[in-house]
């Protein structure tokens, strides 16, 4: 099998438990954060994908030392003075621009290629960049790359148009080290933000309210290393239940804060499944043993509401269910690159702007498909376990930015791969 292909004969059952990896979008803030403060710093459960690899690169141009073992991660921030980055890995990747706000945050001065990431429509960093202004920030567009400098930050009162994840991480890191308080209204609520507040908190910030749409920062005149641990990914946690209920399996997933999973478990019981939640222990399972039910209207929305990362991996359920869904996506656009292959599969699904028409009742069968971005790759895989015959799946590159090892935890989770 080539590298950046993959191939799945079905319809197979899921089956099994698995340790969930560590969070892409709650490790990648917390690399940036390492350049608030010199130190060493360890980071367990961090996961092997290539969005980290991107954002260590970048470390490594600003001078860090990185070090690896596995799931644990050494980053020494000691040598860390360049603050004009020229790495590759901000181009290919959306969280390099969360370097603006740590950066300027220290070194007053910043210069990162504009940042790229899947693509899925437009993705602005205006909000970023107003937040970043009203702490002090002036910003300068070069050609290839984008400017900061910052003599000095100072608390502000910001309000946010709307609850962007980035933004908010960004005016929280330049905002720890801003002189006075700083307060974020309308903040995001997502629990990457919660664990980029535990962790720049054990770096020595002053830091209340996350979590909540309202996050107040007292600056602080320096912060320091410190270690954590990555959360495991909901998204990824989620990825799978999706693929235990097309697929009719049996799942329990461990190493989960289910208060991450917002309304995922009440949607997952809609369609169909048994769900037990065990907080205490961070776990959680799901049975499905009837044919899925249809949504009849589902909207992507901030946190806790439905995440646009998983609506593509509904998107494949419902395409199965026994009757017709519509599925709204009111976070970004063109997030529906998924159809065409999903249709190619024996989906009956039409959109319509940002609504998506899924007709259900469709028995899938394996064809050849490829994934155009991380998520919609993630959920042609799990379809691909749920139709009759083999499904080739090219793009693999694009999964790999999310998921550490899609292949080995589906072989965890019974599934048969060649
Ligand atoms: C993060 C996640 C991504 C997830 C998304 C929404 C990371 C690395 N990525 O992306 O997986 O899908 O949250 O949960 O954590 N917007 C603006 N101006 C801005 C910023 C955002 O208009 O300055 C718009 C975007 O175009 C989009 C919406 O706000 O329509 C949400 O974006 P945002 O919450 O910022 O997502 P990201 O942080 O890019």
Redesign the pocket.
């Known amino acids: 099998m080539e590298e950046d292909r993959l191939e799945i004969v079905g319809p197979q059952r899921m089956c099994g438990e698995l340790l969930v990896q560590g969070s ?2 709650a490790a ?2 917390m690399l940036a954060a390492m350049l608030l403060a010199e130190g060493v710093y360890i980071l367990h459960h961090c996961p092997q994908i290539t969005d980290v690899d991107h954002m260590l690169e970048l470390l490594m141009d600003a001078g860090c030392l990185v070090h690896r073992e596995g799931h644990m991660l050494i980053v020494d921030t000691r040598g860390a003075e360049r603050c004009r980055l020229s790495g590759s890995g901000a181009g290919k990747m ?2 390099g621009v969360t370097l603006l706000g740590s950066m300027l945050g220290r070194m007053h001065e910043v210069e990162i290629p504009y940042p790229g ?1 899947c693509t899925i ?9 107003k937040g970043l202004e009203q702490l002090g920030a002036v910003f300068e567009h070069r050609e290839h790359a984008l400017a900061g400098y910052a003599k000095d930050l100072r608390g502000a009162d910001i309000v946010l148009d ?6 908010t ?1 960004n005016i929280l890191l330049a905002a720890t080290l801003a002189k006075g308080r700083t307060v974020i209204h309308g903040a ?1 609520r ?1 629990p ?1 933000i919660t664990s980029l507040a535990g962790f720049l908190r054990k770096m020595g910030a002053h830091i209340e309210g996350e979590g909540t749409a309202e996050i107040r920062v007292e600056g602080v005149e320096r912060l320091h290393a410190a270690e954590y641990i990555v959360p495991s990914d909901r ?1 990824v946690a989620g990825t799978y239940l999706l693929g235990a209920v097309m697929t009719g399996g049996e799942v329990r997933l461990l190493h989960v804060p289910t208060q991450h999973l917002g309304v995922l478990p009440r949607i997952l019981a809609q369609l169909g499944a048994e769900i037990a939640l065990w907080e205490e222990q961070d776990e959680i399972s799901l049975k499905m043993e009837r044919r899925i039910h249809p949504i009849p209207y589902l909207a992507t929305a ?2 806790p509401d439905f ?3 998983l609506q593509s991996a509904l998107m494949a359920a419902l395409a199965m269910a026994s009757g017709p869904s519509f599925l709204e996506e009111k ?3 063109a997030r529906f690159q998924v159809v065409p292959e999903l249709r190619k599969m024996g989906a009956r699904i039409y959109e319509e702007d940002s609504l998506a028409v899924i007709e259900g009742e469709a028995r899938l069968r394996g064809a050849q498909v490829e994934a155009r971005e991380l998520r919609g790759g993630a959920a042609l895989i799990m379809a691909a376990l749920a139709a009759e015959g083999k499904t080739v799946l090219g793009g693999m590159e694009f999964v790999k930015r999310g998921y550490e090892d899609i292949q080995g935890d589906l072989k965890k989770l019974g599934i048969v791969l060649h």
């Open positions: 892409k979008n990648l803030p959306r969280a990431g429509g437009r993705r602005p960093i205006d909000l970023h960049l709307f609850p962007s994840v980035g933004a991480e995001a997502e990457e998204i901030p946190f995440p646009t990362d976070i970004f656009e």
